[in-house]
């Protein structure tokens, strides 16, 4: 099967799904494809998720704690980041010389952004019935290998498991309380700020992680937390 970008028509569309910020600080008159990437993640959401009641809800009875932690490990950002990979998303993108240089081509945050913004893009440009083929040729291989593994080695790997749910549980079975996360506005350049996220349950501090995406942030505090109260 041949992975390639959708049909765009209008390309302006494409160009700024392509366009990182950094780029911006070269060239004026542009925009970046933050706008496209916010909407692109809410668009990708409700289509994952649409695509896996359909395929394993309704046929295989699949629980709705299941299908969110599937949803979960097939939109993570290393997830996204290898279907960038496969559309040959890094050669297209429009990145400013200090991204470049620092590797922005290959790295997994930009990759993931980029991705949900063509995603905004050509939902956009199209329709959410054009699209639905489009996010099915590339998510349902991939959950059917999660779901139904040739061998052990196809399991999810341990940074992909939904750690945010499974702290929420334990806080929910102890105290009938959710977590709270407090996450900074990130330090370092643009194209490459790292977050800080912290988790606290009743004003206690169980964890602290560190992600290029506050979300990546979260989910490593939730590791961390995990860990403190034995739970991996």
């Known amino acids: 099967m041949t992975n390639k970008l959708p049909e765009f028509k209008n390309p302006e569309l494409?160009?700024?799904?392509?366009t990182h910020r950094s780029y911006l600080n070269e060239n004026s008159g542009e925009e970046d494809?933050?706008?496209?990437?916010?909407?692109?993640d809410a668009v990708l959401g409700f289509l994952v998720g649409e695509l896996l009641y359909k395929r394993y809800k309704e046929d295989r009875n699949f629980q709705p704690k299941e299908l969110t932690r599937l949803r979960s490990l097939l939109v993570y950002e290393k997830q996204l980041a290898k279907f960038a990979v496969q559309l040959g998303i890094g050669e297209k993108m429009r990145l400013g010389k200090g991204a470049e240089k620092d590797g922005g081509r290959q790295n997994p945050a930009l990759l993931s952004d980029?991705?949900?913004a063509i995603i905004g893009a050509y939902f956009l440009d199209?329709?959410?019935t054009k699209l639905r083929p489009f996010i099915k040729r590339l998510f349902q291989p991939v959950a059917d290998d999660i779901i139904f593994p040739d061998s052990e080695d196809n399991s999810p790997p341990n940074?992909?498991?939904?750690?945010k749910g499974k702290f929420q549980q334990w806080a929910l079975e102890k105290f009938r309380e959710n977590p709270k996360y407090e996450s900074n506005d990130g330090e370092g350049p643009d194209h490459a700020k790292?977050?800080?996220a912290e988790v606290r349950v009743r004003g206690k501090l169980y964890g602290v992680g560190k992600g290029h995406r506050k979300q990546e942030a979260e989910k490593r505090a939730a590791e961390k937390a995990l860990k403190k109260v034995g739970l991996i």
């Open 14 to 18: 494409l160009k700024q799904a392509l």
């Open 33 to 40: 494809n933050e706008s496209l990437e916010f909407l692109g």
């Open 114 to 116: 980029t991705f949900e």
């Open 126 to 128: 199209s329709t959410l």
């Open 159 to 163: 940074d992909l498991v939904d750690t």
């Open 194 to 196: 790292i977050f800080t």
